[in-house]
């Protein structure tokens, strides 16, 4: 009942609505502004905190094995 009440109340307020006319308004601005701040921190401290990884890379053993490898075999040669 609370549904249609509201429907019937609100479809003449939509109908007198001109399209060119209607904006975000202030609520608008403030929501984006706040979403854009949001983001702002965000990637601030995303920065700060990839900036404490310190992350080194274990060597792939292929490549170790083709190095020694490579360093043996020139080793015999001379």
Do not use: C
Request: charged share 20%; no cysteine.
């Amino acid at each position: 009942m609370y549904a249609t009440q509201a429907l019937t109340d609100l479809v003449p307020l939509a109908a007198e609505l001109d399209k060119n006319k209607v904006t975000p308004g202030v609520l608008g601005f403030l929501v984006f502004a706040a979403i854009a701040v949001g983001v702002w921190l965000l990637m601030k401290s995303m920065n700060r905190h990839m900036g404490r990884v310190d992350f080194e890379e274990a060597p792939d053993p292929d490549a170790v094995a083709a190095d020694t490898a490579v360093g043996a075999g020139a080793a015999k040669q001379k």
